[in-house]
């Protein structure tokens, strides 16, 4: 009897068994956030000074049902239309939070160690020529997008702006970046 009770629940689902209404706007899009000409999802820029995690906290709070994170890029053309519509005024030292990281303990200079928020692989072509490079030798644990460059590493309590999307996929990757 628990195996059919269990079964049916994995294959309804607690809210259909239930009878368990959700609410429709757990899975909308906050209004603060647009689409970009070229780009899949939704975004906003974040003009706080934050840390990484702060940021990913507050990309993820956007949402109840946390649909919301620290941006993470498909491939080139949709980094390069998020870069050119939200960073494209701004000078070529200026490095945003995005949603890539690694655990303090993964190895530093190895591509494979980075994934993102949603947790899958940093597409490799995302990242700038040599990087990552752990230059700062403190353990550079996350990832920044540059107003004029691609995925860098850097270190975690560096405070940036931010950009936050949205796209349906729960930020279920956590880190240890320190």
């Known amino acids: 009897m628990r195996r059919r009770v269990l079964a049916l629940l994995l294959l309804a689902g607690c809210d259909q068994v239930f009878g368990l209404e959700r609410d429709p706007s757990e899975n909308a899009c906050p209004g603060t956030y647009a689409p970009i000409e070229n780009a899949p999802y939704l975004y906003r820029l974040d003009d706080r000074l934050l840390d990484w995690q702060a940021a990913a906290d507050e990309c993820r709070g956007d949402t109840v049902a946390h649909i919301t994170h620290l941006v993470v890029f498909d491939d080139t053309t ?14 070529p030292f200026v490095y945003v939070h995005v949603g890539y990281a690694r655990d303090a303990s993964a190895a530093p200079l190895e591509r494979a160690s980075f994934r993102s928020v949603i947790d899958t692989e940093v597409y ?3 990242w700038n020529v040599s990087e990552p490079d752990n230059h700062m030798q403190r353990g550079e644990t996350i990832v920044a997008l540059g107003a004029a460059s691609k995925l860098v590493d850097s270190a975690p309590r560096t ?18 970046v320190e």
């Open 159 to 176: 405070p940036s702006h931010f950009i936050c999307a949205c796209d349906q996929q729960v930020a279920n990757k956590t880190f240890e």
């Open 124 to 126: 490799a072509p995302l």
């Open 78 to 91: 949709d980094l390069v239309a998020v870069q050119s519509a939200l960073l494209g005024g701004m000078p």
